[in-house]
Each structure stands twice: as C-alpha cells, then as structure tokens.
C-alpha cells in the first residue's frame, strides 16, 4: 500500500471479491493483505467491491521466480468489465524477461497504447510498489516504487 504521508487520501481495500478459485487467494483485511497462490491449478483474480471514477491505485507485488512466461500476473483497472467499449489501465508481468514491464490503456474499448518499461531490477527479487495514476482528464501516469 502506498505510503500515507505520501498520498493522504489512501484507503487500505477492506472489501474484495474473488472471482475464481478463491482457495487459492487469501485476503487479510486487519493488514490490508491479499495472497495469490500460482500452483498446478491456475491462480487466481480478485477485486475491489468498490467503484472508482479515477485516482491512485498502488499494489506492493511480488511476482513468482521461475520460467512464467505465458502466465498474466498483472495489475489493472477496468470499466464495464467484458463490455467491447470498456476502460482499462493496467501493468503487465510479462514473465520472460523479468527486467520489464508492458504498459496499456484503452478508452472506449480502443487500445494500442502499449509501452515497454524497463524497471532496472528483477521483479521477482522482492516486494515492490507498483502505482497507477488516473485523473480526471484521463491522463495515466505508470510508476515503480
């Protein structure tokens, strides 16, 4: 979660839904602490109850060591979920070269705006902050720590 001092406004997120395999997903409201696990039976996607119009939106992720690739670990927002005119921003772990990271967002259901990042650091070497900003103009902001 991002630093208080630094936004004043963070909420920690007291309310999720899990959308499948919820064995495999653990969520510590007191800690304000969601726990994916990736094993031989998938992994598993979980969400805010609650509906933003825009923000910041921070995740402290760690993503599995190994050979991932073909897996989607990823942090996104999303409007109309399913909807072809849908909204969405999100960060993509790509998991083949774990220096990068993928960048996209569509608005009205057009996307396309794809950006490679690279991070300098291995994302599966530790817990980092991972941050998307979105204001009211819709512009969209990526950061890392």
């Known amino acids: 979660m991002a630093d208080p001092s630094l936004h004043p406004e963070t909420h920690p997120l007291k309310f999720v839904a899990v959308?499948?395999?919820?064995?495999?997903?653990?969520?510590?409201?007191?800690?304000?602490?969601?726990?994916?696990?990736f094993d031989y039976r998938g992994g598993s996607r979980w969400r805010?109850?609650?509906?933003?119009?825009?923000?910041?939106?921070?995740?402290?992720?760690?993503?599995?060591?190994?050979?991932?690739?073909?897996?989607?670990?990823?942090?996104?927002l999303s409007s109309l979920e399913g909807d072809k005119s849908q909204d969405e921003i999100d960060f993509e772990f790509l998991g083949k070269d774990k220096r990068i990271v993928q960048t996209n967002y569509f608005t009205a259901g057009t996307g396309n705006r794809e950006a490679i990042h690279d991070l300098g650091f291995d994302y599966s070497d530790g817990f980092h902050e991972y941050v998307i900003k979105w204001d009211p103009d819709c512009r969209f902001d990526p950061m890392v720590d």
Request: charged share 10%.
């Open 19 to 37: 959308d499948y395999s919820p064995e495999l997903c653990t969520h510590s409201p007191e800690s304000s602490t969601i726990t994916l696990t």
């Open 48 to 76: 805010s109850t609650t509906r933003f119009q825009y923000g910041t939106f921070s995740s402290l992720i760690q993503c599995p060591k190994g050979n991932t690739s073909g897996l989607n670990f990823n942090i996104y």
